[in-house]
């Protein structure tokens, strides 16, 4: 708990918001007016669907004891009403100061781009763990921290989460968080309250443009990570998209650039796949050092440099941490292998986006003996226009089509498939549609032969499907071994 006055001058130190406010003790900190409890201090957060000052009353009668609130509404029964500018950005700074602005006690990672972003993570974690760091992640898998494992309900949830969980973190004993950070986040200033020492940059392609509406838009959400950094912090930028120098401009911090292609503070060269691995130099200060990485694919070796990036601006010796590559274990739901024994290759992979997906197919393209297969769909109540640019791909790079549901959500999954075989080219032949996910993948299975490699693409580690207003369960890992195990 903590006093209403004393809340206001920790989270806003340069107004002057608590120059009238009472010391009333604070004991809850609530937008949502369904959780608003005795004592509390209630956000009247204007979200996507719902205006939180239409609640107003009803988290009173609940127990709040003051209200934050962008209207200058008509104070209730004396309690105290706060009038400011943005209630997202209020709620962000209100849940720091609160839990005691707990990204302070920590290194705090923030990773954004369209893609890339949870395989980061994961190798940031692994090179940290490596050094005897005690690591918290916030991700789109889950949020995990000293042996505790919780789901993610969102890649970066509400500020109010956020906070409390890195609170429980810092008292866990973590010394570095890594976190994910979504345009949706940014966007909604779910991160404001977070002190970033450094900031990674993936890549910016198609993706949430149903949200965001144009790219202009969505490379401005995506940069705030970086225009909030400060003059000491560091941010890690990838040198070969096309981005690059607009996010370059957006910060004041000390840059560290990768790449493959155009000039970078780490660099690659003399690539080779062979036997489930990658092998290639990084170039860094003016040496090398060999890598022996389990991940495949171009867009990994991208994945593999950032990370590395990141140790730097941590502060820790980039040779030691490519060292510690070797003994990665891979990420949930990424390129991650269903072996039971069959003759071909499976593959489980979450890309969803034009980009992801054709990364992934070039990238298994380099494996295949005989045919390369794959099932995928495009989820409903998103951007629209990538589903016939999928579709172009899948026709481009794979010798056999099977075009399921993803999650369809409340749009017909048999218009989405129609959407997606618009991309097909005249006189493409080698699809099959089978709307029903587990029927696809039982389909494209017993479709394969040997040397053949199949890509379940879309969902990765996900386990449920959303049609329509039902959740159900559904794993493309679990449906392929149940099927390869002949049931």
């Known amino acids: 708990m903590i006093p209403l006055r004393k809340l206001f001058e920790e989270a806003f130190p340069d107004s002057d918001y608590h120059a009238s406010l009472p010391d009333i003790l604070i004991h809850h900190l609530e937008c949502d007016s369904r959780s608003v409890k005795e004592n509390c201090l209630f956000v009247a957060v204007h979200g996507v669907k719902k205006d939180g000052s239409e609640f107003i009353r009803e988290a009173i009668q609940k127990g709040a004891v003051a209200v934050v609130t962008e209207k200058n509404e008509s104070p209730q029964r004396g309690i105290p009403f706060i009038v400011v500018p943005d209630c997202r950005l209020a709620v962000a700074k209100l849940?720091?100061?609160?839990?005691?602005?707990?990204?302070?006690?920590?290194?705090?990672?923030?990773?954004t781009g369209?893609?890339?972003?949870?395989?980061?993570?994961?190798?940031?974690?692994?090179?940290?763990?490596?050094?005897?760091?005690?690591?918290?992640v916030m991700g789109t898998i889950n949020y995990r921290y000293d042996g505790n494992q919780l789901p993610a309900i969102q890649t970066t949830p509400g500020p109010l989460i956020v906070q409390r969980i890195l609170a429980q973190m810092t008292e866990a004993g973590c010394d570095h968080v890594v976190m994910e950070v979504s345009s949706h986040a940014l966007d909604q200033n779910r991160v404001a309250g977070i002190d970033f020492e450094t900031a990674l940059f993936t890549n910016l392609t198609q993706d949430h443009l149903d949200y965001h509406k144009t790219f202009e838009n969505y490379f401005e959400c995506k940069s705030r990570l970086f225009s909030n950094l400060g003059r000491q912090k560091t941010?890690?930028?990838?040198?070969?998209?096309?981005?690059?120098?607009?996010?370059?401009?957006k910060t004041v911090s000390k840059t560290l650039?990768?790449?493959?292609?155009?000039?970078?503070?780490?660099?690659?060269?003399?690539?080779?796949?062979?036997?489930?691995?990658?092998?290639?130099?990084?170039?860094?200060?003016?040496g090398k050092m060999n890598v022996d990485s389990p991940l495949i694919g171009t867009h990994n070796v991208y994945n593999v440099l950032g990370a590395l990036g990141v140790m730097e601006a941590l502060g820790v010796d980039v040779k030691r941490s490519a060292a510690h590559l070797k003994s990665f274990r891979g990420?949930?739901?990424?390129?991650?292998?269903?072996?039971c024994g069959?003759?071909?290759?499976?593959?489980?992979?979450?890309?969803?986006?034009?980009?992801?997906?054709?990364?992934?197919?070039?990238?298994?393209?380099?494996?295949?003996?005989?045919?390369?297969?794959?099932?995928?769909?495009?989820?409903?109540?998103?951007?629209?226009?990538?589903r016939p640019k999928m579709g172009e791909i899948v026709a481009r790079l794979c010798d056999h089509v099977v075009v399921t549901s993803d999650n369809p959500r409340s749009e017909n999954p048999k218009i989405i498939a129609e959407e997606v075989r618009a991309g097909f080219p005249a006189g493409f032949t080698g699809y099959s549609v089978v709307i029903d996910r587990k029927k696809a993948i039982r389909h494209a299975l017993l479709l394969a032969r040997k040397g053949d490699i199949v890509l379940l693409a879309g969902k990765g580690h996900e386990t449920v499907q959303v049609i329509e207003n039902e959740t159900i369960h559904l794993s493309d890992r679990e449906e392929a071994q149940r099927v390869?195990?002949?049931h």
């Open 342 to 386: 069959q003759n071909f290759m499976v593959f489980v992979d979450y890309a969803h986006t034009p980009d992801g997906l054709e990364n992934v197919l070039m990238s298994l393209r380099s494996y295949r003996q005989n045919r390369l297969i794959v099932v995928f769909g495009c989820g409903g109540d998103r951007d629209k226009t990538k």
């Open 114 to 136: 369209t893609n890339g972003k949870t395989t980061s993570s994961y190798l940031v974690e692994h090179f940290l763990e490596a050094e005897n760091k005690k690591v918290g």
């Open 95 to 111: 849940a720091a100061a609160f839990y005691g602005h707990p990204s302070k006690k920590m290194k705090a990672v923030g990773i």
């Open 331 to 339: 990420v949930p739901g990424r390129l991650e292998t269903i072996d």
């Open 235 to 249: 941010a890690v930028l990838n040198a070969d998209d096309p981005w690059f120098a607009r996010f370059k401009e």
């Open 257 to 286: 650039s990768y790449g493959i292609k155009n000039p970078a503070d780490l660099g690659m060269q003399n690539l080779r796949w062979e036997a489930g691995h990658t092998f290639f130099e990084v170039l860094f200060g003016g």
């Open 484 to 486: 390869l195990n002949g």
